[in-house]
C-alpha cells in the first residue's frame, strides 16, 4: 500500500521520481530489511521506490510516507482510507512498513489492491518489474521477510 500512495503522489505531482527527499532521523532508525539511507542525506523518490520494492527497506518506506503525508501517522491513515476504497474492509495498517506490527489483512479482498496497481499505475510496475526481472540469475528465490516470514517463489 505505500508504494500504491506513493505511485499516486507521483501520478498526482505532488512527488517527482527525481525529487530528493532528506530523509528523518526516525525513518534512519528503522528496523527490520533496510536500504541504509542515512538520515539527513538527499535521497532520490525514485531510490526510495527501488529500496522499498526491490529491497523491502522498512527506512524507506517511512522515508517516503513522510515525503507523502508529512509524517508517518498521517500517512497510516491515508493507507487505511484507500484500503477501503478498494474493498479491502478487513484490513486495517498502523505503520508504512508492515513492522513489527502486521496488517491486519483481509485476504479474500487483496487481489483488488493487486489489480488496482496494475490497473492504475501500469507503466510504474512495469518498469520495476523489468528492473526486478533483469536482475534475477536463477529460476526461484527463498526471501525472509524482516517480520520473519520465509517464502519462495519460483519462475
Known sequence: ???YLAFGALKGRSLALGQTIRV???AWHASGSRMFIEPR????VEELLHGLIIQSGNDASIALAE???GSEP????RMNREAGRLGMTDTNFTNSSGCPARALFDRQRLGAY???LDREYPSTISCIRNANTATTTSHSATATSSCG?????TV
Request: charged residues 20%; hydrophobic residues 45%; positive net charge.
Open 1 to 3: 500500500m505505500t508504494a
Open 24 to 26: 528523518s532521523e526516525r
Open 41 to 44: 542525506k538527499p535521497v532520490t
Open 67 to 69: 515525503a507523502v503525508a
Open 74 to 77: 498521517a500517512f497510516v491513515e
Open 114 to 116: 493487486h489489480l488496482g
Open 149 to 153: 516470514s520465509t517464502r519462495t517463489w
